[in-house]
């Protein structure tokens, strides 16, 4: 059984930093895409960022680039999403997945097999 947990959501104030963290357990993920999805109140889920199983090569939305950095450990099987200057507009529910993907196909969330259950990040104005 595979489970992704997510913690590090709260509440910031607008310019304010978070760091989400993911641990992933119930097999190995080394050869796998991490990535962070976000979904705000009314609105679909969209992609945030990615690291394919290295590392070394990441995909971040335009709407997140320069301001978060995705980044996995292998060996403790976490991705880690920090995340600076932050907006009202960041603010949503940040999830955790797992996937195999390449190129574009990183940024569709169909290509991903496993999901976390969310953690809350409120940017106030």
């Known amino acids: 059984q595979v489970q992704l947990v997510e913690s590090g959501g709260g509440l910031v104030q607008t310019g304010g930093s978070l760091r989400l963290s993911c641990a992933a357990s119930?097999?190995?993920?080394?050869?796998?895409?991490m990535a962070w999805f976000r979904q705000a109140p009314g609105k679909e889920r969209e992609f945030v960022g990615a690291?394919?199983?290295?590392?070394?090569?990441?995909y971040y939305a335009d709407s997140v680039k320069e301001r978060f950095t995705v980044s996995r450990d292998n060996a403790k099987r976490t991705v880690s999403l920090q995340m600076n200057s932050l907006k009202p507009e960041d603010t949503a529910v940040y999830y955790c997945?797992?996937?195999?993907?390449?190129?574009?196909?990183?940024?569709?969330?169909?290509?991903?097999?496993?999901w976390g259950q969310g953690t809350q990040v409120t940017v106030s104005s």
């Open positions: 690291a394919r199983w290295s590392g070394s090569t990441t």
């Open positions: 997945a797992v996937g195999y993907c390449s190129g574009d196909g990183c940024y569709r969330s169909s290509l991903y097999d496993y």
């Open positions: 119930g097999r190995t993920f080394t050869t796998a895409t």
